[in-house]
């Protein structure tokens, strides 16, 4: 969005400033030159001044996530762009009910794409919506000639009677198929003129446009999906505009972590029918960016309880089973009394959670505090206690549990970052509840506890498997085994389950 031209410094004495969202500022005015007018930084940074003046517990939150780098931060312009965007896609669907009055039953469209605000790629929301435009069985030229072609290409003094190998009305037949075979390729006014195409020329001219027509959508998904590290992308931005719309949060503040996988805000809780919102709320927003999720297919792929759902979907829809399965998990979690926080809703890849902190203020994580012995000790009993819930009562492996994704807040430990957590019975779930011992261990004994277990001391405590090897090796290999054991245990009750045509399915919450 542009920023409003401000007034010569001739016409008015006072430097221009920018408005202040947070209410008016106390007016002192310096006075300053005409080339620090001009001055885009001084602008930003007067604002900036004015805004920590009048907001000053927001210091600190990168709000450039929220509304993209190089861009006003104020919360004023993120609802202008969300409002844009809603007009925007409004104006596209009125424009869409104009071209289908216009063109009624017409096999032959006009097509006012080129008039669109959104690019159709962005309406979709899965790739699967790329229909093959090769498919001839609709081929509105085949058996009939059709009646809105122009009549003068067709009619020839002496040539009434003609073959499909006549090249002349072939020519002119694949003019007119051209026209159609994609609505936005421009062809000009071809049609008017008795222009005859090749059948060779018509194929490649076919195969042009549909290259177009996927190079376009691709450059226009690097533009708009990819949240990038600052920014949202526009349809994340819409459906959090949608949610301050519909009261479910009150407003969105800003940014308290941009990691690799999800972007997370703060924000404070409006109301819903049939839920009370807090009044503090996270935000998790899962990067739609494909890269860095490759590495963790692993984790959702084996996942039984998404395995059949896996193979089907296309990215964008896999990077929402992650959002998903957090909110799973954390459910899971909250049934049993684990310090967690409590999911209010999800939307696509963005899920609202209650904020563990106060006053904007996020809880330190636990690698980040200073804790007194005693405090410690009882952070690690805690951690303990929680592991062992997990295994036990939620059947669940955190699979990245470390300092990182333990907060301290109020006296005790809260556990977060759920979206990768698998059940033990996962393929690879021993080994991941033994990488998390490690950390948690290895964490603990660091930190002075001198009651923490060693990593396989505490794998047995958790997992109660009893494996007895003294070394890590060995360990790792028994691991691997009772894996092993239990993935055909699994394949042959799959099995089973299948010709007895039961049709029981583990329970999901
Ligand atoms: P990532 O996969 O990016 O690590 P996390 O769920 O760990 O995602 O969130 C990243 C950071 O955001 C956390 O380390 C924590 O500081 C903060 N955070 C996430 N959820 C909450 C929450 N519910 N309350 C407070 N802070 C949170
Ligand atoms: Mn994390």
Known sequence: MEQVAPPGPAADPQPWKPKCPWGAPPSTVTPCSLSDVMSEELVK????????????????????????????TSSDLLLAQMLQMEFDREYDAQLLREENKLNGDSKVSISFENFRMVHPFEDSDSSEDEVDWQDTRHDPYGPDKPSTNPKRGFVRKGKEITTKHDEVTCGRRNTARMENFVPEFQVGDGIGMDLKLSNRVFNELKQHSYSERRRSAKIHEKKEHSTSDQAVDSNTRLLLFKMVNAGILENINGCISTGKESVVFHANGGSMDDKIVPRECAIKVFKTTLNEFRNRDKYIKDDYRFKDRFSKLNPRRIIRMWAEKEMHNLARMQKVGILCPEVVVLKKHILVMSFIGQDQVPAPKLKDVKLSTEDMKQAYYQVLHMMQQLYNECQLVHADLSAYNLLWYMGKVWLIDVSQSVEPTHPHGLEFLFRDCRNVSQFFQKSGVADAMSERELFNAVSGLGITADNEVDFIAEIEALEKINEDHVQRRGKRVAIANDDEHPTDD
């Open 45 to 72: 940074e007067l604002q900036q001044q004015e805004e920590n003046k009048a907001f000053p517990h927001l210091i600190g939150i990168d709000t450039t996530a929220l509304v993209g780098e190089g861009t006003e």
